[in-house]
């Protein structure tokens, strides 16, 4: 009996998880099937086993199951399993954000009359979360460095979207891959050795936040509104960063502008106004 259920659970991890097969959820899983996940309410009946597996195929559509290990005995089966897949869609309240997922965990089930019963899920997924948001570090970390602070603009459609919002205060809105590069090489050109050191980044889900410190020598025109001066300027800020399939759709900043201008011997009155997007 042991190998007949392990045959069973074969077909249930690669016919219904790895395929999506519907016809297979019919035909190998009991009408009166429950699931426990501690991160879900439970759920009775194929039929919620059919809309969870939508939604999960939606959420991880290349998503894999691989069986690690597999014991049986009696009614029940255990199987020791890893998933991987790219986040694209929704899942347990983190929205997309592209990032390839790997994640333990162990599954057991009850078997009944030749179908699966009951099934208990337990996942890691404070690991994948920690996983997404990761993800969304590294890709903020790799924005300052390379694109920032060594005027790498190749990776800028790498790491943005393509109508990617940049907004600073103070500041027209900028949108699109464009607009960003002309922007950042008109910084580079004011501040040739500028320096963006991030601290306290932090992320969650699709987001990702942090402080940070602009240093750099004001060599060039800076915005239209200052000449050369020659100075070592330093001022702060802190910006907010939203993600969407793996890459940056926002990047909201606040940053002291008014030490900046002060610093330029500019007045506050001749500050620009950033103009808000319609």
């Given at each position: 009996m042991?190998?007949e259920?392990?045959?069973l659970?074969?077909?249930?991890?690669?016919e219904?998880?790895?395929?999506?097969?519907?016809?297979?959820?019919?035909?190998?899983?009991?009408?009166?099937y429950?699931?426990?996940?501690?991160?879900?309410p439970?759920?009775?009946?194929?039929?919620?086993?059919k809309?969870?597996?939508v939604t999960?195929?939606?959420?991880?559509?290349?998503?894999?199951?691989?069986?690690?290990?597999?014991?049986?005995?009696?009614?029940?089966?255990?199987?020791?399993w890893?998933?991987?897949?790219?986040?694209?869609?929704?899942?347990?309240?983190?929205?997309g954000?592209?990032?390839?997922a790997?994640?333990?965990?162990?599954?057991?089930?009850?078997?009944a009359?030749g179908?699966?019963a009951?099934?208990w899920a337990?996942?890691?997924?404070l690991g994948w979360?920690?996983?997404v948001e990761?993800?969304?570090?590294?890709?903020?970390r790799?924005?300052?460095?390379?694109?920032?602070?060594?005027?790498?603009?190749?990776?800028?459609?790498?790491?943005f979207?393509?109508?990617?919002l940049w907004?600073?205060?103070h500041?027209?809105?900028?949108?699109?891959?464009?607009?960003?590069?002309?922007?950042?090489?008109g910084a580079?050109?004011?501040?040739p050795?500028?320096?963006?050191t991030?601290?306290?980044?932090?992320?969650?889900?699709?987001?990702?936040?942090?402080?940070?410190?602009?240093?750099?020598t004001?060599q060039?025109?800076?915005?239209?509104?200052?000449?050369?001066?020659?100075?070592?300027?330093t001022?702060?800020?802190?910006?907010?960063f939203?993600?969407?399939?793996?890459?940056?759709?926002?990047e909201?900043?606040?940053?002291?502008?008014l030490?900046?201008?002060?610093?330029?011997?500019i007045?506050?009155?001749?500050?620009p106004?950033?103009?808000?997007?319609?």
């Amino acid at each position: 009996m042991s190998e007949e259920n392990k045959a069973l659970v074969h077909r249930w991890t690669e016919e219904i998880w790895n395929q999506g097969s519907m016809s297979a959820i019919d035909e190998i899983v009991a009408a009166d099937y429950v699931h426990h996940d501690p991160l879900m309410p439970e759920m009775r009946g194929a039929e919620a086993l059919k809309q969870l597996l939508v939604t999960l195929r939606a959420a991880f559509p290349d998503g894999r199951f691989t069986e690690d290990a597999l014991i049986a005995e009696g009614d029940m089966a255990v199987m020791r399993w890893t998933y991987r897949g790219t986040h694209k869609g929704e899942w347990i309240g983190v929205a997309g954000t592209g990032s390839l997922a790997e994640i333990t965990g162990t599954t057991s089930l009850r078997l009944a009359g030749g179908k699966v019963a009951e099934h208990w899920a337990h996942w890691d997924a404070l690991g994948w979360v920690r996983q997404v948001e990761g993800a969304a570090k590294a890709a903020v970390r790799r924005y300052l460095d390379e694109i920032l602070n060594n005027g790498n603009l190749d990776l800028v459609e790498e790491i943005f979207t393509p109508d990617s919002l940049w907004r600073l205060s103070h500041t027209p809105d900028m949108r699109g891959y464009e607009a960003r590069k002309q922007y950042i090489i008109g910084a580079r050109r004011a501040y040739p050795d500028l320096r963006i050191t991030m601290t306290d980044l932090i992320a969650e889900g699709a987001m990702a936040a942090g402080r940070w410190t602009f240093t750099g020598t004001h060599q060039g025109e800076w915005m239209g509104v200052a000449a050369p001066t020659g100075k070592q300027m330093t001022w702060s800020g802190a910006t907010t960063f939203h993600f969407v399939g793996g890459r940056i759709a926002e990047e909201l900043v606040e940053w002291d502008a008014l030490a900046a201008y002060q610093a330029l011997g500019i007045p506050a009155q001749a500050q620009p106004m950033r103009q808000v997007a319609g």
